[in-house]
C-alpha cells in the first residue's frame, strides 16, 4: 500500500513542524507546507495528498473558505481543521468547520493522543 501523503496550510513553522511530527509519526507523508492561502488550491492538484490540515487563520484565505472550495470540488477529501481556540468561540468555529465539509476539528495545542487516535481512524479507510 502506498503511502499516506498530506499538505499542511499554517502560517506558523511551529504549528506546522508539529503537525508534521504528529504525521511522520504515523508514517504519512507531508508532501507540502504552505504559509499563506495563495496558489494553495493549485498546489493541492499537483500533489495529491489524502489528507488537508488547514489553520484557521491563514493569510490571504481563511481556513474554512479552503475546506469549503476543496470539498466543493473533491467531497471525498479529508480536510482537518486546526485553530487555538476555547470555549463559545471553539463550538462556533468547530461547527461552522463541520457544516463547510471539515471531517474533524483539532484544537491548538495539538494533544498527540487524540490527533493518532482521530488518524487512525481515517487511515483506516484510506
Known sequence: MAKAKAMILDFYEE???RVTQL???LDVEVVCWKRSGTNW???YGQHRPDFLFVDLLVPDRDGI????RLIKQDPSAICVLLH???SKMALSVEEKALKAGAAAVVQKPI???RFN???NRFLDRI
Open 15 to 17: 504549528g506546522a513542524a
Open 23 to 25: 504525521l511522520e509519526s
Open 41 to 43: 488550491f493549485k498546489e
Open 65 to 68: 473558505y479552503c475546506i469549503n
Open 84 to 86: 487555538p481556540y476555547v
Open 111 to 113: 494533544v498527540s493522543t
Open 117 to 119: 487516535a482521530m488518524m
